[in-house]
């Protein structure tokens, strides 16, 4: 009976707290796993039976400023009142069932409770087919901001040790990210703050492919989630198409998780003599690994194809030093793993594409591109371009094309640091440039203008 007394008095409690409108204010932790913990604070309001759950306010004001943040509210590209989580729904008991809005992952289903004795909440983000994406612990707490101040000058000091070269650090790029960043580390509330924020910033540095992620530590080489692991073989990261009979398309979606397929459809590709022509869309292909690229590389290349150089910021360089650069060692890495490895002990290398033993292809290659193709992709369509080895329809390339690799810091934090410069063979430096296309059309027009080229091409024949 006093057990049943008991619950009647915490609902009782619990209910009129509804009624009343008292937000609870929880010291959260929001776990997408593989390592992922976001930490945040969580306020829960609750009237009229209907119940609010948001990320504190105004964090849009805090990560880039009040101007830009109206500006943005007006445009409606921030959210209402600057908070980056939100969710609604309908309170049952002490059960909470709503809709949750989160950056990245869209809308979501949220099932959550509160435990009144015990000053906790908890609950499950689940996707429309009701797998789950992500899960929140909370505790009551009268904290409202997380203290960064000896994060960020350990993320600054990462950065500076790491960087490819101790050049970019006396721009006024980098002078005004810096001040910046500090300042953000000193307003930040949450990981959600810390995390947009600094990447909000990195894009106006010139240089690429600085990052700031949230995750555990793990091995170095690809820093992929059990999570991704499951996505990556449920997923194809390579499709094959037969055009027509005599052309093959082959869509790489990206350079990470490809190597494995792509070392066993374009075998077969090759194997097929009908096939004289070959279409590639690397198309919001944003790059990837080192062994992906020598997959594709070893079927496609007919003599040796010199890539380019990596200096690192062991090496005193300026801008493209022909003389300098051949020094470096030249190196065909059997893994990612090998290749960052080779750049964080030495001066750099000279990356080659070395004709292969086995059979390759050696009708024509249409390569298609746009602004989404990345990183690995870029300097195999430079070379594919200015070797004349292919055709390269769409648009400009991304322009981000440097060698990254993954340093964990704090506990949780990991930046992503760009530890190698690049030049192509010629000494062009395509990080934040981009390559241009032979032919150049709309994204989604590229794969048609590929086919009536080559439709063109036969009927003229």
């Given at each position: 009976m006093k057990f049943f007394v008991l619950n009647f008095v915490l609902l009782f409690l619990f209910n009129t707290s509804l009624a009343q409108n008292n937000p609870s204010h929880f010291k959260s932790d929001i776990d997408f796993g593989g390592g992922t913990v976001i930490s945040t604070f969580l306020d829960v309001h609750t009237a009229k039976?209907?119940?609010?759950?948001?990320?504190?306010?105004?964090?849009?004001?805090?990560?880039?400023?009040?101007?830009?943040?109206?500006?943005?509210?007006?445009?409606?590209?921030?959210?209402?009142?600057?908070?980056?989580?939100?969710?609604?729904?309908?309170?049952?008991?002490?059960?909470?069932?709503?809709?949750?809005?989160?950056?990245?992952?869209?809308k979501l289903s949220f099932k959550g409770t509160t435990d009144p004795l015990k000053g906790t909440l908890s609950g499950v983000f689940l996707k429309a087919d009701g797998t789950s994406v992500g899960t929140v612990q909370g505790v009551s707490s009268a904290e409202d901001k997380f203290n960064y101040s000896t994060l960020y000058p350990q993320l600054l000091k990462t950065i500076r040790d790491n960087i490819y070269s101790k050049n970019?650090?006396?721009?006024?790029?980098?002078?005004?990210?810096?001040?910046?960043?500090?300042?953000?580390?000193?307003?930040?509330?949450?990981?959600?703050?810390?995390?947009?924020?600094?990447?909000?910033?990195?894009?106006?540095l010139p240089f690429t492919h600085l990052t700031l992620l949230i995750g555990e530590d793990q091995a170095e080489e690809e820093a992929i989630s059990p999570d991704d692991e499951k996505q990556v073989s449920t997923n194809k990261s390579v499709i094959f198409e037969e055009k027509n009979d005599s052309t093959a398309y082959l869509q790489i979606k990206n350079f990470s998780s490809s190597a494995e397929e792509l070392a066993a459809v374009l075998p077969g590709i090759v194997a097929n003599k009908a096939y004289k022509n070959l279409i590639i869309d690397l198309r919001n292909n944003g790059g990837g690994g080192i062994d992906a690229a020598f997959a594709l590389a070893k079927h496609i290349v007919t003599e040796d194809l010199e890539v380019g150089y990596f200096p690192t910021n062991k090496l005193p360089y300026i801008g493209y030093q022909s003389e300098l650069f051949r020094t470096l060692n030249e190196l065909q890495p059997k893994s990612t793993e090998e290749f960052g490895n080779e750049l964080k002990r030495t001066p750099g290398v000279k990356l080659i594409f070395r004709k292969p033993v086995n059979p390759v292809f050696t009708g024509k290659l249409y390569v298609l591109t746009n602004g989404g193709t990345g990183s690995t992709c870029e300097p195999i369509v430079y070379a594919l371009k200015n070797n004349k080895k292919a055709t390269i329809i769409g648009e400009r390339t991304a322009g981000a094309m440097?060698?990254?690799?993954?340093?964990?810091v704090e506990r949780k934090y990991m930046l992503l640091i760009?530890?190698?410069?690049?030049?192509?063979?010629?000494?062009?430096?395509?990080?934040?440039?981009?390559?241009s296309p032979d032919i150049e059309v709309k994204s989604e027009d590229a794969d048609e203008k590929a086919l009536e080229i080559i439709n063109n091409e036969v009927s003229v024949k």
């Open positions: 039976n209907q119940f609010t759950i948001t990320s504190p306010k105004n964090a849009d004001v805090r990560m880039m400023g009040g101007f830009k943040a109206r500006l943005g509210r007006l445009a409606g590209k921030l959210p209402k009142k600057g908070t980056i989580i939100r969710i609604k729904g309908t309170p049952k008991s002490d059960s909470l069932f709503g809709e949750a809005s989160i950056p990245v992952f869209g970019v650090l006396q721009t006024k790029e980098w002078k005004k990210f810096e001040k910046e960043f500090e300042s953000l580390g000193k307003r930040a509330h949450d990981d959600i703050e810390l995390f947009f924020g600094f990447n909000v910033l990195t894009p106006k440097l060698a990254a690799s993954p340093f964990f760009p530890i190698a410069d690049f030049y192509t063979n010629d000494g062009v430096r395509l990080d934040k440039v981009g390559v």
